[in-house]
């Protein structure tokens, strides 16, 4: 079974400042793809990023980058320029690549806030 | 762009009661997922359905149930409710469950409240 960890319950730093928040997983799995979701207050649950694990290349989407160490299951999340609208609370989350089986399994979630 | 729906978005029953949430997903996603999300925690996969088929099953209790039908919306009728059913339901859905299939993309969840 696949389990996902985020060791900060919570962030807060200041807008425009970056951020990094953790994220680790475990699997014996080798092909797979990691996420991270952002759930504002509205709960509404909103893709940030996706990486495929057969790629060495970190994913980017404008501010948000991630840090990808498929041998030491790492995937965390870097946040640049951080602005108002990024406070949500961030959840990883690992998806095997088996047909019929491709469920999310997610981390607890890190509370992240940016400060005015 | 299209997102996935579902409905209600709110919804109170009685101990006991039964309730059905139904969700439709983006135009031309075959594969439909719902999840539960209690207060505080992260979301729960319960049960996903690839070409109106059970594709796979999660944690979803004898008391729940769900299909998916020819349009490829999905519903899942939920009865005897308990207290501890209260949550937020959400329904993902993306556009294959072959290998390398595509992100899964969340609806707006349902809150259920179980009074």
């Known amino acids: 079974a696949q389990t996902v960890t985020q060791s900060q319950p919570e962030m807060s730093v200041q807008e425009a400042e970056t951020v990094t928040l953790s994220c680790t997983y475990d699997?014996?799995?080798?092909?797979?793809?990691l996420f991270w979701y952002k759930q504002p207050p509205s709960r509404q649950m909103i893709l940030v990023i996706r990486?495929?694990?057969?790629?060495?290349q970190n994913a980017t989407e404008n501010r948000f980058s991630v840090n990808f160490q498929k041998a030491a299951k790492s995937f965390s999340l870097k946040i640049s320029d951080s602005q108002l609208g990024d406070t949500a609370m961030y959840f990883c989350?690992?998806?095997?690549?088996?047909?019929?089986?491709?469920?999310?399994?997610f981390g607890q979630g890190t509370r992240l806030t940016i400060n005015p | 762009a299209a997102g996935v729906i579902q409905s209600p978005r709110h919804l109170i029953k009685e101990k006991r009661e039964t309730a059905t949430l139904k969700c439709y997903p983006i135009?031309?996603?075959?594969?439909v997922y719902w999840y539960q999300q209690g207060p505080g925690q992260d979301p729960q996969f319960l049960i996903s359905?690839?070409?109106?088929?059970?594709?796979d099953k999660g944690s979803i209790p004898d008391r729940f149930s769900a299909q998916q039908f020819s349009d490829y919306h999905s519903e899942l009728n939920m009865s005897s409710l308990e207290l501890g059913d209260s949550a937020l339901y959400f329904c993902a859905s993306s556009s294959g469950v072959v290998a390398g299939s595509d992100t899964q993309y969340f609806g707006p969840g349902t809150r259920l409240t179980v009074l």
């Open positions: 990486q495929e694990a057969y790629k060495q």
């Open positions: 989350a690992f998806m095997p690549i088996i047909q019929g089986a491709q469920k999310l399994v």
């Open positions: 699997t014996s799995e080798n092909n797979y793809y």
């Open positions: 135009p031309r996603h075959d594969t």
């Open positions: 359905f690839y070409e109106k088929m059970q594709s």
